[in-house]
């Protein structure tokens, strides 16, 4: 594993930070990588396996893998999120080739559905930099202002729940909102 210090983790890879602590052997993180992450996780393995109790049982499998190897985890060289996809990915594709039912269950007319959808490396390559030109974009906003940008598109609140929770008026937020996307749009643009 690389030295983490010659590229830190950003604040946005918290699976990152989840797998680096699950390696030092904390429970806790692996806990909260679990809850953060199997839902995603478990979509990967069900698109490979359709089988819903198979694809728990992958799942499975790829979380014990998870605390086995997660000394393993390279921030250097992708994100939490993409070490655990692949890793789920992996594990349901191999749990298909060594199950004959699963491919004898199979119609061919379905085979196009269990076609690999998963961006190429490429693909992967790109979104990591334009997350990375978010990321930077974000940072020249006020404080205030990208934490109500984080919390209407990132959990889903409407602009009424961010008027009550930041106490601030709903024709404020709105302007605030609509300024600071329009800031982004400018910076993400240069």
């Given at each position: 594993m690389l030295d983490t210090s010659e590229r830190p983790l950003s604040a946005a890879d918290e699976s990152g930070q989840l797998l680096l602590a699950t390696a030092r052997g904390d429970t806790a993180a692996f806990e909260q990588l679990y809850r953060a992450t199997s839902s995603r996780l478990f979509g990967v393995c069900l698109r490979v396996v359709p089988q819903r109790s198979e694809a728990e049982d992958v799942l499975q499998e790829v979380f014990a893998n998870v605390w086995r190897k997660a000394g393993q985890f390279d921030p250097a060289r992708a994100?939490?999120?993409?070490?655990?996809?692949?890793?789920?990915?992996?594990?349901?594709?191999?749990?298909?080739?060594?199950?004959?039912?699963?491919?004898?269950?199979?119609?061919?007319?379905?085979?196009?559905?269990?076609?690999?959808?998963?961006?190429?490396?490429?693909?992967?390559?790109?979104?990591?930099?334009?997350?990375?030109?978010?990321?930077?974009?974000?940072?020249?906003?006020e404080a205030p202002r990208r934490?109500?940008?984080?919390?209407?598109?990132?959990?889903?609140?409407t602009y009424e729940e961010l008027a009550t929770r930041s106490q601030t008026p709903l024709g404020t937020v709105k302007s605030w909102i609509r300024r600071s996307l329009a800031k982004l749009k400018a910076c993400l643009e240069a």
């Open positions: 994100s939490g999120n993409t070490w655990l996809a692949m890793m789920a990915r992996n594990k349901a594709i191999d749990h298909l080739r060594a199950s004959r039912n699963a491919r004898q269950s199979v119609p061919i007319d379905l085979t196009d559905e269990l076609a690999d959808e998963s961006p190429n490396a490429q693909a992967v390559a790109e979104a990591a930099l334009e997350g990375h030109r978010l990321e930077d974009c974000l940072q020249e906003l934490a109500l940008l984080r919390t209407a598109f990132f959990e889903g609140v």
